[in-house]
């Protein structure tokens, strides 16, 4: 039987007790995929530019071959206005930055613009691990593990790795899922290519002792158990 206190989520603390959290917003960088569609008032005077128009078809093709990729010096290189510097804008400053690039040739473009690349890995112990893409740009923490179906019976929820990849450097923490941190500032949001690891509880290894081997083991623990009684009376 399980301690309540080791399942639960989120305990201590008042429940009306509440923190500001600051917006989240992603930044663009070097290998990043994203996704721009122009619209404009005269289409007839860019063919071929506004090519997401009048789409009636299912698109399945990858995100590398659906996107632009941001070159090492963080560029997009695309139609018409060429290279476009985006590396470390938000999403937000991106959109204006291409709109001001397309403004020269056309009059109030459109630019809507996504980021295809964002994705999180996780993994363990919960009922659907994978690899899965973000479509909105924003994911909590808890949002990410009820993505992936919650954590199963074998979880430790006292010690959830976080893996997180940012500005070519790799750290990593330790978030209790039994307490108040899921909410603190610095792991409220997962961000792009971070990757969750749910370890086993200890019960779980116990779980998986194949039977034969319990058996044997078992047999072989009467058997020591018996010899010592029989010596211990000759004696």
């Known amino acids: 039987m399980h301690s309540t206190k080791k399942?639960?989520?989120?305990?201590?603390?008042?429940?009306?007790?509440?923190?500001?959290?600051?917006?989240?917003?992603?930044?663009?960088n070097?290998?990043?995929?994203?996704?721009?569609?122009?619209?404009?008032?005269n289409p007839d005077a860019f063919p071929g530019l506004n090519t997401s128009q009048d789409r009636s078809f299912t698109d399945n093709r990858s995100a590398y071959e659906k996107g632009?990729?941001?070159?090492?010096?963080?560029?997009?290189?695309?139609?018409?206005?060429?290279?476009?510097?985006?590396?470390?804008?938000?999403?937000?400053e991106a959109k204006t930055a291409l709109v001001n690039a397309y403004g020269r040739y056309m009059e109030n473009p459109i630019v809507i613009l996504k980021k295809l690349s964002f994705k999180v890995t996780i993994l363990g112990e919960v009922n659907k691990p994978g690899l899965y893409y973000i479509p909105n740009e924003r994911l909590t923490f808890l949002e990410a593990l009820g993505m992936a179906g919650d954590l199963n019976q074998y979880a430790d929820r006292?010690?959830?790795?976080?893996?997180?990849?940012?500005?070519?450097?790799?750290s990593e923490v330790s978030i209790d899922l039994t307490s108040k941190q899921p909410l603190q500032q610095d792991y409220y949001y997962v961000y792009p290519d971070d990757v969750i690891y749910i370890k086993p509880m200890r019960r779980k290894g116990l779980a998986n002792?194949?039977?034969?081997?319990?058996?044997?083991?078992?047999?072989?623990?009467?058997?020591?158990?018996?010899?010592?009684?029989?010596?211990?009376?000759?004696?």
């Not at 399942?7 to 663009?28: D, H, N, R, W």
């Not at 996704?35 to 008032?41: G, L, N, T």
């Not at 010096?73 to 937000?92: E, Q, R, S, W």
């Open 68 to 92: 632009y990729t941001v070159d090492v010096n963080g560029y997009i290189d695309l139609p018409l206005v060429g290279k476009v510097l985006l590396k470390d804008k938000t999403i937000a």
């Open 158 to 170: 006292t010690e959830i790795k976080l893996i997180r990849h940012q500005n070519g450097t790799t």
């Open 7 to 28: 399942v639960v989520y989120l305990q201590g603390g008042s429940s009306s007790q509440s923190s500001a959290i600051k917006p989240f917003e992603v930044l663009i």
């Open 209 to 235: 002792i194949n039977p034969g081997v319990a058996v044997i083991t078992s047999i072989i623990t009467t058997a020591a158990v018996v010899t010592s009684i029989i010596l211990t009376n000759s004696k």
């Open 30 to 41: 070097v290998g990043d995929i994203l996704s721009v569609e122009i619209f404009m008032e």
